[in-house]
Nanobody, 126 residues
């Protein structure tokens, strides 16, 4: 029912910036309003980890590894989620996934989220 599509991935040098977005082009009746929105990432050979979440009230939670460098935001009218990444490090490299679920509590747990995008690749070189 809800299809999420990420964009904005690419290759960047360490210290650079990159902006990701997530939209729902195949769900015209869907609204971000009541949904938890989250970004996860997975590096090759590693477990998928939570990057950040943003709830319906705009409250955000960040993984310690990205806090102070990444900023998540949402535009509910446009059904769009954003991730602004700066001061990128090589260990930020991975596939970044957008996820969603209708809830007031937004954990990092993968199993919590109903809807997922296919991911966008981020590569940070030194």
């Amino acid at each position: 029912q809800v299809h999420l599509v990420e964009s904005g991935g690419g290759s960047v040098q360490a210290g650079g910036s990159l902006n990701l977005s997530c939209t729902t082009p195949k769900a015209p009746g869907y609204t971000f309003g009541p949904y938890c929105m989250a970004w996860f990432r997975q590096a090759p050979g590693k477990e998928r980890e939570g990057v950040t979440t943003i709830d319906r009230n705009g409250r955000t939670i960040y993984a310690d590894s990205v806090k102070g460098r990444f900023t998540v935001s949402r535009d509910n009218a446009k059904n769009t989620l954003y991730l602004r990444m700066s001061s990128l490090k090589p260990n930020d490299t991975g596939m970044y996934y957008c996820a969603a679920r209708s809830s007031t509590t937004c954990p990092f747990s993968q199993s919590f989220y109903n809807y997922w995008g296919q991911g966008t690749q981020v590569a940070v070189s030194s």
